[in-house]
Structures are given as structure tokens and as C-alpha cells.
């Protein structure tokens, strides 16, 4: 291989961070920042202002440097797999099953480089094995005020199976790592956080089921593809490994030795430890994707047996909040990679969009066909329905709290990304006494927590199809009142209408009297037909003010069960609907956690830096 291809085909993180440099797509800082909220500030304000990648080289704390943004822009991932990304998107559009491209990537062995590349290689050592050092002497980044101690925030998480372990059943999943924190011993243990619907819970189950410990090896930096390939969404059974090569364009050097579970022989770090049956300790508070803290909750506890790190290792990090952020990125960048997948794997689909202004999982918008009945002489949902509910049963689609449909049929040009176009045309034609399906007490995303328990809430399946039946409004009609305790009417869009409603006080898996109230004042104002949709708020001119705002306060403060109301509700053999206006009780509820917020001095810290004269003057 030449020195050429070794550049396009990053190993490590210094052949990423040296072609970055020398691209103009990276900065070196070298006054001295701390991880203790700064460089997570620093971090999120490069990304908003789409700043090249940054190295800090005197972090306050550790002598590892931390580099951050890397993946900060679109452009710039896919410059960073600019060698490899068009033989990968020509694997996704493979005639025959791509997935099994990566199941049995030998049998494709013709398929240019990408076949051979896909197998780990064995290697007896590597530079990760260099040296040693302790937890505590690892970059703690804290990333927002209330976090429990410090995180590692890309991780890549090795596991195998006990039951049948080797790369071809092992896993790799970016799941957050509390490195300090008051439950933890100091050195001696980390918290390892995974959520429902993860790959190492399979590896897990197996090792209780077996009264086994898990042996889990954590990778910070290394192979860009590794990172790539940590948050890659790949169904059941697909090891994340292969992936990597594929992406990668090289066999990923994986170091085997006998009774130990294998180390990436590139990584910066590896911390390898156990997770012994039955042992779990709080994790958390942490500031995550939905723009909210996840609070303590009682997670896998390992054991830390080793913490390796090459000799120039550096410390890759992000931070995450409410959208959009550095994982924006991450998201698009597969959807791009997968979108013609969506088909093959849910059939009758032809769109899907994860929104990620509304956090991702609490909002997916879809368009699929309806062709269950073509001759009827009235249109109504019925394939929708099969579409919504595989959404609802495979890979991280499964997690989607608000699954909305529209019929192709119904629109050849409708997107999924054009939000207005998309709520204009499921408000006009969505029956409402017909098109809401619920299904309550099941499984939702562990970071939402609008739900009745922890894991634990609703999903909406709400579909649409057939001709235009009503006009929407364009303006707020003088008849439409508001009870007490209710105000600040603003029209967000032509058929919603934001209003300001009182401080919610109901108890958790509770309705709310005043949203009945609410709902009772419609149906007797009556004639609000243009207006199908009133979404409550605490503040109705920050929730009205754009899409972005609208999207989040909707969708990451409600749950469809138990925060949708309806003027003249109905329950008839189970089945909810409404004579409309549809109500969504978007306000922060009293069991809710905290929204994210940044530390004002740390914020003018970091305003100093960014200021004539200042190291990152013109950067951020």
C-alpha cells in the first residue's frame, strides 16, 4: 500500500488529525483549557459556527491533549471517507441483500477491495499497548453543570458473545462511559450506560443467563471508521466490526491473545474491565440528546482491569445536547449511507426521517404506500397502519415515539424534510375520530422521560390518506377563546395554533383537568375546524418562533397516552378519537427532567477567548 493510500485510509487518530492540519481543517490551541465544562462550550459553539476540527494541547488536569469537532460538518465526514464512501454506497444499493454483504462479506470477495477489507486482522501487539495509566488520569470532560462526574462521549464498546464468541458475533455500540462519580471507586470502577434496544444487552443477557462475568474493552480514538461504525444502526446479528473495515477500506488490526477478549490494536485508549452478574451502580445525572439531563438511574457497573494508551494518544470527545449538534452529523451522514435501504427493510416505505430537532427517536416522520383496497371508493389507512407498525418492530425505528404517515398516493413530491408541506398535508386530510393509534405500557427510549416509568410510555401511529378534507387557517378566527388559566394565542403555521397554558401539577401517569377543561372550551366554541391542532406550552412565543423550537417542546415534553386530548373525545371499543381541535399538552411536567443549561461563567470564559485577541478570536 502507498504512502497515498495509507492518508485516505486513516489508521489512527494522528494520521486523521495530520491530514486535517494539513488541509486546513484543524487548529491547534495551545493556552490551556479545562474539561470541566469549558472545552464542551468551546466544542458546541465550533459546531454552530461550522469551525474546522480542534486540538487542545495543554488540557488542564491530564497530559493527554483532547481534540474535538472532527466530524463537524457534513463536508467534512465525508472527506474523511472521500477513498472508501462511494464502493460502501454501491454495497447499500447491491441487487441482493446488502445486509448480507456483512454477514458473509466472503462470499462477495469480487466486490472491489471492500470484501477482503471487511475481516479483522490479527496482530499480537499494536501502539495502544505502549503504556498504562489510571481512570482518574484520563481527560474527565463534564459537559454540562449538573453531569455526576466525567464522561467519555465516543466511545466504542466491545463486546462478544458468551455463547458464541468471535468477531463475527461481537458488537459495538457508542454507549456513554461515567469514568468519576461519587458511587464509583476510585480507578476501580466505571459505569456503563446502554439503553434498550442495544447490542451489548444481547452479550449481557447470554452472560447471566450463564452466570458468567462480560468481558467489555472500551476504544476512545483510533480509526475514524470505528467511531462511525460504534453508531452505525445496523440490524441484529451484523457485527459492527466488519462494518468498519468496509468503511475504513483496511482490515481493522484487532490484537487476540488467549483467554482475553480482543483490543483495537490503533486506539489511543483502551480500558478493559468486567461486568460481574447482579453488579450495578447509579450512573448519571448526564446532559444528553434530547436538550435534558438524564438523572441517576441504576446501570451495569465494570471493573476495571487495564487502561492501555499509546504513547502520542489523544483524547477524541463531543458533547450533546439539545439539537443540532456534532451527532446531527453522525445522523445524516447515515441516513444518506441507508436511505435507499428503507425499502428493503420496511416494506411498502419509501421515506423515513428521524427529525432530529425533536431529538430523533421522539419524532419519525414517514411516507408509504396505501394499496391495500385501490378500488374503495373511500381512502382510508389501512397499509399505513402495517407500515407504522413495522417501523415499530425493527432496528432503532423501534424506539420512535410519534410515528406520522402519509400516503404516497395522496403526493408523488412530498418529503418528509419539508416540515411545513408535510403537517399541512397529514392536518388536511387525517380523520381524527379514525387515524390515532395507540399503543400504551410499552418500551420507549431510556432518555425520554416523559413516559409513566423509566423505559416505560406510549406510541402514536397517526396516518393519513385520501382527498383534502378540510381548509386550514391562515389567521386566528375572532370566536376562538381561551378558558382561564390559558392565553397567548400564535398561529406557528396555517392550522396550528401554540397557546401559553397554566404550570402542570398532575401527578405522573396522570391526566390533566385543566387540558379537559381546555377541550370541553372547543367544543363548545365550536367551528374551529381550520384549526385542527393546538399544541400547550409554557411559552407559547418561544415554542411558535420557528420549526426548530416548535418540533423540540411538541415531541420531547409529551407523551402521546397520556398528553393528547380532543375536543369531543371518545373512547369506543378501545379505540381514541376526537371531533377536533387535536390538543398536545407540550408543557414541562413536574416529574420531567431539567432542559440544559451552560454555566455563565464558563460562558464568559469562553467569550474572552473568542474575542479580538483572544485564541479562538475568529474560530467560534
Not at 456483512?102 to 505502549?130: E, H, I, L, N, Q
Not at 453543570?145 to 468471535?166: A, C, H, N
Amino acid at each position: 500500500m502507498t504512502y497515498k493510500e495509507v492518508i485516505l485510509r486513516y489508521r489512527n487518530t494522528q494520521q486523521l488529525i495530520a491530514d486535517l492540519e494539513q488541509s486546513g481543517q484543524l487548529i491547534r490551541i495551545h493556552e490551556e483549557v479545562d474539561p470541566h465544562l469549558q472545552v464542551a462550550e468551546i466544542q458546541r459553539r465550533a459546531f454552530r459556527a461550522k469551525a474546522p476540527a480542534i486540538l487542545f494541547t495543554n488540557v488542564k488536569g491530564t497530559k493527554f491533549p483532547m481534540v474535538c469537532n472532527i466530524f463537524g460538518t457534513m463536508e467534512r465526514t465525508r472527506w474523511i471517507f472521500r477513498d472508501t464512501l462511494h464502493a460502501l454506497e454501491g454495497i447499500f444499493k447491491l441487487k441482493v441483500d446488502p445486509f448480507d454483504f456483512f454477514k458473509r462479506p466472503w462470499r462477495y470477495a469480487g466486490v472491489p477491495r471492500a470484501g477482503y477489507s471487511t475481516m479483522p486482522k490479527k496482530v499480537k501487539t499494536g501502539p495502544v499497548m505502549d503504556s498504562t495509566t489510571t481512570v482518574s488520569q484520563l481527560p474527565q470532560l463534564h459537559s454540562w453543570p449538573m453531569d455526576g462526574g466525567g464522561y467519555v462521549t465516543l466511545p466504542q464498546v466491545y463486546t462478544e458473545s458468551p455463547d458464541k464468541p468471535g468477531f463475527m458475533n461481537s458488537n459495538i455500540g457508542m454507549y456513554r462511559v461515567q469514568l468519576t462519580g461519587a458511587p464509583f471507586e476510585k480507578d476501580k470502577e466505571v459505569g456503563l450506560h446502554y439503553q434498550i434496544h442495544r447490542g451489548i444487552g444481547y452479550h449481557h443477557a447470554e452472560a447471566l443467563r450463564r452466570n458468567e462475568p462480560l468481558k467489555v474493552n472500551i476504544f476512545v480514538g483510533g480509526p475514524p471508521a470505528m467511531t462511525m461504525a460504534a453508531i452505525m444502526p445496523l440490524p441484529e446479528g451484523i457485527a459492527e466490526l466488519i462494518f468498519a473495515g468496509a468503511l475504513g477500506g483496511f482490515r481493522m488490526p484487532m490484537i487476540t491473545r488467549k483467554g482475553q477478549l480482543p483490543i483495537l490494536a490503533e486506539a489511543d485508549f483502551c480500558i478493559s474491565g468486567t461486568v460481574y452478574p447482579n453488579e450495578q451502580k447509579p450512573e448519571g445525572p448526564f446532559g444528553d440528546h434530547l436538550g435534558y439531563y438524564s438523572l441517576a438511574h441504576d446501570f451495569p457497573l465494570m471493573r476495571v482491569d487495564n487502561v492501555y494508551h499509546r504513547s502520542d494518544a489523544v483524547w477524541p470527545f463531543t458533547t450533546v445536547g439539545r439539537p443540532p449538534q456534532e451527532d446531527t452529523v453522525f445522523g445524516e451522514f447515515i441516513h444518506d449511507l441507508t436511505a435507499e435501504l428503507v425499502p428493503t427493510v420496511f416494506n411498502g416505505v419509501h421515506e423515513v426521517h428521524a427529525v432530529d430537532p425533536a431529538g430523533v427517536h421522539p419524532l419519525l416522520l414517514a411516507i408509504g404506500s396505501e394499496r391495500y383496497v385501490p378500488y374503495a371508493e373511500e381512502r382510508q389507512p389501512q397499509e399505513l397502519i402495517t407500515c407504522g407498525l413495522s417501523l415499530l418492530g425493527n432496528t432503532q425505528t423501534s424506539l420512535s415515539k410519534y410515528v406520522i404517515l402519509a400516503a404516497k398516493e395522496d403526493n408523488q413530491g412530498l418529503s418528509t424534510h419539508n416540515y411545513k408541506e408535510f403537517f399541512t398535508h397529514m392536518l388536511e386530510r387525517t380523520d381524527f375520530a379514525r387515524d390515532f393509534h395507540f399503543i400504551t405500557r410499552t418500551t420507549i427510549d431510556t432518555l425520554d422521560y416523559t413516559g409513566i416509568s423509566l423505559n416505560q410510555g406510549s406510541k402514536l401511529i397517526w396516518t393519513a390518506c385520501g382527498p383534502v378534507k378540510r381548509t386550514l387557517g391562515s389567521s386566528i378566527p375572532s370566536h376562538f377563546t381561551l378558558p382561564d388559566g390559558f392565553s397567548d394565542a400564535k398561529l406557528f403555521m396555517s392550522g396550528i395554533v401554540v397557546v401559553k397554558g397554566p404550570k402542570h401539577t398532575a401527578a405522573r401517569d396522570e391526566h390533566d383537568n385543566a387540558m379537559f377543561r381546555l377541550a370541553e372550551h372547543f367544543k363548545q366554541v365550536g367551528n374551529l375546524e381550520s384549526l385542527p391542532l393546538v399544541v400547550v406550552a409554557d411559552d407559547a412565543g418561544f415554542t411558535a418562533a420557528n420549526w426548530d423550537n416548535f418540533l423540540w417542546v411538541t415531541f420531547t415534553r409529551s407523551d402521546p397516552a397520556t398528553d393528547m386530548y380532543g375536543a369531543g373525545a371518545f373512547t369506543h371499543c378501545k379505540h381514541w378519537g376526537c371531533t377536533g381541535p387535536v390538543i398536545i399538552d407540550a408543557r414541562l411536567k413536574s416529574f420531567h427532567a431539567p432542559a440544559l443549561e451552560e454555566d455563565p461563567d464558563v460562558t464568559r470564559s469562553v467569550d474572552k477567548m473568542a474575542a479580538k485577541g483572544g485564541c479562538l478570536h475568529n474560530i467560534i
